[in-house]
T-cell receptor, first 118, second 113 residues
């Protein structure tokens, strides 16, 4: 079974500054994926970034990057140059490699509410 | 390209009433999913459909049924709603070959009195 833990219920940051959201996970699988999803007040779940466990290089998407520490089972999200539109709930999630007709079950953390202040 | 759409956006039910939540995707995805989101918790999988014609139980299937109507549509039915089913429901879809990367609809907020 997989578990995902986000230990920061709430975070805040000033506009244009950098913030890091923490996530730890536990899995017995060797091949898995990690994700960060953003859920703004509209409630839409938006995929922010994706990391394959077999890749050593940290994933980046514009202002969003991750620090993937496989041995420590840590997967933090760094948001650079924070914008007001980044205010949202952020969920860390993991999934095993589905393969074939097996589904890729997503396991979500509890979420971190990020508020960006002007 | 609307992605994943859900109807209704909000619904109030009385205990014992039934209703169907609708979900459709226009991304030609094979796999579709229903999740529920409760306060202080992440999303939990109710049912999923790996491909048209197949459905399977997820983590919390009790009290729900699903129908994969065709490749585009995947509905979730509550036969006899209970207050414990008050939640926000999300539908998602993914490629069959990339099921780990799922794209979500806007959600349906359900209140059962």
């Amino acid at each position: 079974a997989q578990t995902v833990t986000q230990s920061q219920p709430e975070m805040s940051v000033q506009e244009a500054e950098t913030v890091t959201l923490s996530c730890t996970y536990d899995t017995s699988e060797n091949n898995y994926y990690l994700f960060w999803y953003k859920q703004p007040p509209s409630r839409q779940m938006i995929l922010v970034i994706r990391q394959e466990a077999y890749k050593q290089q940290n994933a980046t998407e514009n202002r969003f990057s991750v620090n993937f520490q496989k041995a420590a089972k840590s997967f933090s999200l760094k948001i650079s140059d924070s914008q007001l539109g980044d205010t949202a709930m952020y969920f860390c999630a993991s999934a095993t490699n589905a393969g074939g007709t097996s589904y890729g079950k997503l396991t979500f953390g509890q979420g971190t509410i990020l508020t960006v202040h002007p | 390209n609307a992605g994943v759409t859900q109807t209704p956006k909000f619904q109030v039910l009385k205990t014992g009433q039934s209703m169907t939540l609708q979900c459709a995707q226009d991304m030609n995805h094979n796999s579709m999913y229903w999740y529920r989101q409760d306060p202080g918790m992440g999303l939990r999988l109710i049912y999923y459909s790996a491909s048209e014609g197949t459905t399977d139980k997820g983590e919390v299937p009790n009290g729900y049924n699903v129908s994969r109507l065709n490749k585009r549509e995947f509905s979730l039915r509550l036969e006899s709603a209970a207050p414990s089913q008050t939640s926000v429901y999300f539908c998602a879809s993914s490629e069959l070959w990339n099921q780990e990367t799922q794209y979500f609809g806007p959600g349906t907020r359900l209140l059962v009195l």
